[in-house]
């Protein structure tokens, strides 16, 4: 008889743990802790997107929250050094016991911090990063992007100067030395190889990270006079070279491409000139030709506008996808788990091939490695009286799965296989104002 | 190496350890008199150029050609009221302390800045390049120049450098700063208020810094970390030259200008390099630098 009493004893505990488990104690809030650069020079992202989190997570909360649930965030500068920033993602994760966190900007940043969110199993999205190595190298549990990577981001702007300026002859490159600037060339020049055997790589310059003067970089492309300059710099820097290059009439001389040149239009005002390509790095532009009149997307562009007093710019849209996934996410969730609140591995679980919607058109985390497939915007710069800057024309919305790396591939070897045909693919142009 | 590529590089080299020159000569000067490596240094050169972005932006309404005295005003006034004040209630009280108390000093003054720069002017790029587009552009072997890079701030550099070894040679103050620089207590026992002595070089010192800054905003992009960046390559030139040598310092900025840009034209990938590379040869064969003289206090 004991035996017997023994397993109703087992079954019983095993059915009060199982029902634990499947209808978990909602909580008082939602803990997200955020890295982001606060200080440095990439606070010219970290700091507009701590800006968005924070309207947000406002705008979340009036709604109720996330199945009921406020969030509440915890920032960590990622400027602080690399140090610095494992030792505080650790301490939000097991001592502030946040529910998920988004890291981060850098993609060394995120080099260093998923595999630690694996080791402390914390569902973590990867919401700017853009180096494509980090998922493609390893299968992760509980790290995905939000947002495309920057294979998919230098892909497409390729694929617009392809289709817009097919018969150039020589082409330069400039970008930062260091992860993103040495990826991002790897990308542009395995894939100008392939769909562009004719072009001439004449010069290629990887200034300091924050270096202040493009002077003699200006000098060089001057005195070699490339047909195209593509430069894949942002913030300050791309600010610093763009400006040296328009004082110094190389903007005239060459077609500039910048490739992840969104963030840096407001700022250039005037400076930046008609006929240059830029990038979007996504497929979220405030202006977004297919968008831009959604009252949701309107109600955001104005309150991002009124709290930082300029237009959103990607980091901006970036933060938001990341919000909206993880509110898509716990949906999901709480849904398969018969409205109940699910446990954290029920959410990291719904996570896989999660669809969601944000200010562009559907995103889908891919099931094979967690990697966010997000459409691309190109477009070329437009003086228009309505801004005292320019704007995107001309400008095409790559679809997702045409630009990105196919799942299971190596970025750099899907490239290589390539055929100049790869550009005649289909993309929807839109004119300004459309 | 085509003579045409050699001129194009020297004109850039030449522009670039202007800059470099009038931040480093500060940072020398400073150690010369005072023995202090002062890490806040950068800091000085990020203010002289946002206190000259501001002045500049706010009187270019009136007349552009305003915004050249404002590079020199937002200089004096980053000089005296920032470095004046840096040396009068922080370094003042340490004199004669451990020399890491006074480099802990310093790089707790630098992180202070760091953080006051952004509450004060946020985190976006600033720009103001009024004064670079009121002078014309040069065209040399078909390659455009502004003419205030490759005229105007050789040219400060030159009478900075000129206005300094006069000072310091031919002027009954700069007698008296050499004096208390070889002999602080033989200085002070015949009369010498050696205070005043560190307090006018520290000015002038910080306000050389702030003087780089100030000419080099209408060039570049002002944002977060850029004192950072200057400390780093200063440092590297002043340490090149030796420290306390004015002389020595302009030579190793220029070696320094000259051998990036050639970098740049021939083998990029070097460019970061390159002043680095300079400094760690130099330092292995004189670790007094290459003007320095060990054991001598020269400025």
């Known amino acids: 008889m004991s035996f017997v009493r023994s397993l109703i004893a087992a079954v019983g505990l095993s059915l009060a743990v199982t029902g634990a488990a499947s209808a978990q104690q909602k909580p008082a809030e939602l803990k997200i802790g955020i890295t982001t650069f606060l200080s440095g020079p990439a606070s010219v992202f970290g700091v507009p997107a701590k800006a968005a989190a924070e309207l947000l997570a406002e705008e979340l909360n009036k709604k109720g929250g996330i199945g009921g649930v406020p969030v509440k965030l915890s920032f960590i500068d990622e400027g602080a050094g690399g140090e610095a920033l494992v030792s505080n993602y650790r301490r939000l994760v097991t001592d502030e016991k946040v529910d998920v966190t988004f890291a981060s900007i850098s993609s060394g940043s995120c080099t260093q911090l998923v595999p630690l969110a694996e080791d402390l199993k914390i569902m973590n999205f990867?919401?700017?990063?853009?180096?494509?190595?980090?998922?493609?190298?390893?299968?992760?549990r509980y790290n995905f992007r939000t947002q495309a990577n920057g294979a998919a981001e230098m892909m497409a702007v390729i694929t617009y100067l392809l289709k817009v300026k097919p018969d150039f002859k020589t082409v330069a490159f400039v970008a930062q030395d260091y992860a993103w600037g040495r990826e991002s060339h790897d990308i542009i020049s395995n894939a100008l190889k392939v769909l562009k055997p004719d072009a001439k790589w004449v010069a290629e310059f990887f200034p300091k990270f924050g270096a202040p003067d493009y002077s003699t970089e200006v000098s060089r492309l001057l005195a070699l006079r490339p047909d195209v300059v593509i430069t894949t710099s942002?913030?300050?820097?791309?600010?610093?070279f763009v400006r040296q290059s328009g004082q110094r009439g190389l903007l005239k001389q060459s077609t500039f491409v910048l490739a992840i040149g969104e963030s840096s239009i407001q700022r250039l005002g005037k400076d930046l000139p008609e006929g240059v390509i830029v990038g979007a790095r996504g497929d979220h532009y405030f202006l977004h030709p297919e968008?831009?009149?959604?009252p949701s997307f309107k109600a955001y562009v104005q309150a991002f506008k009124d709290k930082t007093g300029a237009f959103p710019i990607y980091p901006a849209f970036h933060m938001s996808q990341a919000f909206t996934a993880l509110k898509a996410a716990y949906d999901k969730a709480i849904k398969a788990n018969n409205g109940n609140w699910p446990s954290r591995e029920q959410v990291v679980d719904a996570m896989s091939g999660l669809e969601f919607k944000d200010f562009g058109r559907p995103i889908k985390i891919r099931e094979e490695d967690g990697q966010g497939l997000e459409a691309q915007i190109v477009g070329t710069t437009k003086q228009v009286p309505e801004y005292d800057f320019k704007v995107l024309d001309n400008i095409m919305v790559f679809d997702?799965?045409?630009?990105?790396?196919?799942?299971?591939q190596k970025t750099i070897d899907w490239v290589k296989t390539l055929k100049p045909d790869f550009v005649k693919m289909e993309a929807k142009t839109y004119k300004h104002g459309q | 190496m085509d003579s045409?590529?050699?001129?194009?590089?020297?004109m850039d080299g030449v522009a670039y350890a202007a800059l470099v020159f009038l931040v480093s000569v500060g940072l020398s000067l400073i150690f010369g008199v005072l023995r202090i490596v002062n890490v806040a240094h950068g800091s000085l050169y990020a203010y002289g150029a946002y206190v000259a972005a501001s002045l500049a932006l706010a009187v270019s309404g009136i007349s552009p050609w305003l915004t050249y005295p404002a590079l020199i005003v937002a200089s004096i006034l980053v000089g005296v009221l920032i470095g004046g004040a840096m040396e009068y209630f922080l370094l003042r009280p340490v004199y004669g302390r451990e020399e890491v108390l006074q480099l802990l000093i310093t790089f707790a003054v630098f992180m202070i800045m760091d953080n006051v720069q952004r509450l004060i002017w946020g985190v976006q790029p600033i720009s103001m390049a009024v004064p670079l587009t009121l002078l014309p552009n040069v065209e040399i072997f078909g390659v455009n120049y502004t003419s205030y890079q490759v005229i105007l701030l050789p040219a400060v550099a030159l009478l900075a450098l000129a206005g300094l070894r006069y000072f310091l040679r031919y002027t009954l103050s700069g007698a008296v700063i050499l004096a208390v620089t070889e002999d602080r207590e033989a200085a002070t026992a015949i009369g010498i208020d050696a205070k005043r002595v560190f307090l006018i070089t520290f000015i002038v010192g910080a306000s050389l810094a702030a003087l780089g800054g100030a000419l080099a905003s209408p060039t570049t992009s002002l944002l977060p970390g850029m004192g950072t960046e200057m400390i780093v390559l200063s440092f590297?030139?002043?340490?090149?030259?030796?420290?306390?040598?004015?002389?020595?310092?302009?030579?190793?900025?220029?070696?320094?200008?000259?051998?990036?840009?050639?970098?740049?034209?021939?083998?990029?990938?070097f460019e970061v390099l390159v002043p680095y590379l300079i400094m760690v040869l130099v330092l292995l064969i004189r670790p007094q630098g290459l003007f320095g003289v060990n054991r001598v206090r020269k400025i």
Not at chain 2, 4 to 10: D, E, K, R, S
Not at chain 2, 255 to 265: N, P
Request: charged share 15%; with cysteine.
């Open chain 1, 234 to 240: 942002w913030g300050g820097d791309l600010d610093t």
């Open chain 1, 126 to 140: 990867m919401w700017d990063c853009g180096a494509y190595s980090i998922l493609e190298n390893k299968k992760h």
């Open chain 2, 4 to 10: 045409t590529i050699i001129i194009l590089a020297a």
């Open chain 2, 236 to 269: 590297a030139v002043a340490a090149t030259a030796g420290l306390g040598q004015i002389e020595g310092t302009a030579v190793a900025a220029l070696m320094i200008g000259l051998a990036r840009a050639f970098a740049i034209y021939t083998y990029p990938e």
């Open chain 1, 291 to 294: 968008f831009k009149n959604e």
């Open chain 1, 400 to 408: 997702a799965e045409k630009v990105a790396t196919p799942a299971g």
